[in-house]
């Protein structure tokens, strides 16, 4: 894969990035409503590249798992683009920047019930909802979508395959009064067809998937390669296009368009530390460090993307 001249190997970069964005005092924030994430020690970085050619590189804890939690919103968008029935979805939520945090109730209200886009909580939750209309289970069908492009293959010794933390996603919903407050808000402007304690049970489920970097680079593949995930296509080519378009614009909510600075390419981040990032055409790229800024994103994070996107000239613009 092409870099600019003075980059070293990519292995060697990774390395390079793991030693310079490893954190090394207890700096940022971990959310209040996920005991969980809380437990995570603060010192924790791994970086993963999954390229188009079918190469993988990676450093630092890449094969830790870790809990993907908004990252899932990705997927969830692929998987309801692949149903055939997407004019339904886009009637239901925009695909507008927010620019208000991810669990913001006061635009939803104002907006009569339409949430800004599907990266935000309140679309999540409506994803999830037209993903229930076919389901039961739309976190066990997120599971074995994310399963199957992150390779199936059995992991290396001492390591999983994705799966669903139950325990951490019943500690995040006994603290998940303002998500269950979005989710009967849209059921009073009648976005929402199933129960709201049902979706929001489903979404927390899909948030608490563990997954290493190795795993979350592999599965967001298809996104960089015009829809062709690893074992197949996944989606058109103009619907991956479009995906990759809504992260760029709204993947960090109110800090999307510093990360758009920053980094220069399309991203999406999870309030476990987590941040994917698509480069078209050329790779994925999942970096996780635990603790966050005030806006909710891996702080060691978006500097080692800043700081990557920098060393190799990989932007989309
Ligand atoms: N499960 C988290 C929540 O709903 C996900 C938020 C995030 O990762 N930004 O609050």
């Given at each position: 894969m092409s870099t600019t001249l003075s980059a070293p190997p990519l292995g060697l970069l990774l390395e390079d990035i793991v030693r310079r964005h490893r954190p090394r005092q207890d700096a940022g924030s971990v959310p209040g409503n996920i005991p969980f994430l809380a437990t995570v020690p603060f010192d924790r970085f791994g970086i993963a590249v999954a390229t188009t050619s079918g190469e993988v590189f990676s450093s630092g804890d890449a094969g830790v798992p870790f809990s993907i939690q908004s990252i899932s919103k990705v997927f969830t968008l692929a998987m309801a683009l692949q149903g055939g029935r997407s004019a339904a979805l886009w009637s239901r939520v925009l695909r507008e920047p927010s620019g208000t945090s991810f669990n913001s109730l006061v635009q939803l209200e104002a907006e009569k019930g339409i949430p800004r886009n599907p990266f935000i909580n309140a679309g999540a939750l409506v994803v999830t909802d037209h993903l229930l209309e076919e389901t039961p289970d739309a976190a066990a069908q997120l599971l074995r979508f994310l399963t199957e492009q992150a390779?199936?293959?059995?992991?290396?010794?001492?390591q999983h395959a994705p799966f669903i933390d139950e325990d951490a996603a019943a500690g995040e919903l006994a603290g998940s009064s303002r998500n269950l407050a979005l989710a009967h808000f849209l059921k009073d402007f009648a976005n929402l067809t199933q129960p709201a304690g049902v979706v929001v049970e489903n979404y927390v489920r899909q948030c608490s998937i563990m997954m290493t970097c190795v795993q979350l680079a592999r599965a967001g593949l298809f996104l960089a390669n015009d829809g062709q995930g690893t074992t197949g296509r996944v989606l058109a080519p103009s619907e991956a296009k479009r995906i990759g378009s809504i992260m760029l614009t709204c993947g960090m909510y109110d800090a999307a368009g510093e990360f758009a600075y920053r980094v220069g390419l399309p991203g999406k981040s999870g309030v476990g530390g987590g941040i994917l990032v698509i480069v078209p055409g050329q790779c994925a790229i999942c970096v996780w460090s635990p603790r966050l800024d005030a806006k909710g994103n891996s702080l060691a994070g978006t500097a080692a993307l800043a700081d990557l996107s920098d060393r190799t000239g990989w932007s989309v613009f």
């Open positions: 390779g199936n293959h059995a992991p290396e010794p001492g």
